[in-house]
């Protein structure tokens, strides 16, 4: 008996020493006795149109090409021998055209020297020849 008293009594100091120890270890290792405080930053970025616009261009992200815009020129035709017409620009640049009539509102296609082709329209007509408005073909 005296053994089943000495296991009790180690029982019962193990207890006690468990209940006194974990407090003290608890504190220590900060899960008890105090007040744990977890703060919480938010971090708010501004974003403006302009910023946004920005790094869509830097990534090559809803780039939109600029729309070409149409390049007229006033050509001045005169109607040569056989027929054949003579075209320049403002500057005597040589312009290559061909259409059915020279009253006002007749249609033509020219071409310029460098290959760029343009619609044209009869905007004047005056005695041996005629004044075309013409837009480049983008």
Same mark, same amino acid.
């Given at each position: &008996? @005296?053994?089943?008293? *000495?296991?009790?009594? @180690?029982? %019962?100091?193990?207890?006690?020493?468990?209940? %006194?120890?974990? !407090?003290?270890?608890?504190?220590?290792?900060?899960?008890?006795?105090?007040?744990?405080?977890?703060?919480?930053?938010?971090?708010?970025?501004?974003?403006? *149109?302009?910023?946004?616009?920005?790094?869509?261009?830097?990534?090559?992200?809803? &780039?939109? !090409?600029?729309?070409?815009? !149409?390049?007229?020129?006033?050509? @001045?035709?005169?109607?040569?021998?056989?027929?054949?017409?003579? +075209?320049?620009?403002?500057?005597?640049?040589?312009?290559? +055209?061909?259409?059915?009539?020279?009253? %006002?509102?007749?249609?033509?296609?020219?071409?310029? !020297? *460098?290959?760029? $082709?343009?619609?044209?329209? %009869?905007?004047?007509? $005056? &005695?041996?020849?005629?004044?075309?408005? +013409?837009? @480049?073909?983008?």
């Amino acid at each position: &008996m @005296k053994l089943a008293a *000495l296991a009790g009594a @180690k029982r %019962v100091a193990l207890v006690v020493f468990a209940f %006194v120890i974990s !407090p003290i270890l608890l504190a220590s290792c900060g899960g008890g006795g105090g007040t744990t405080v977890v703060e919480e930053t938010t971090v708010v970025e501004e974003t403006t *149109l302009e910023s946004t616009e920005e790094e869509g261009a830097q990534n090559g992200e809803g &780039m939109v !090409p600029p729309t070409p815009t !149409p390049v007229a020129v006033e050509v @001045k035709c005169g109607i040569g021998a056989l027929g054949v017409l003579n +075209c320049a620009n403002e500057a005597d640049t040589p312009y290559y +055209c061909s259409g059915s009539s020279s009253a %006002v509102g007749s249609l033509y296609g020219c071409t310029d !020297p *460098l290959g760029d $082709r343009y619609d044209c329209e %009869v905007v004047t007509s $005056r &005695m041996g020849g005629f004044t075309l408005s +013409c837009t @480049k073909l983008l």
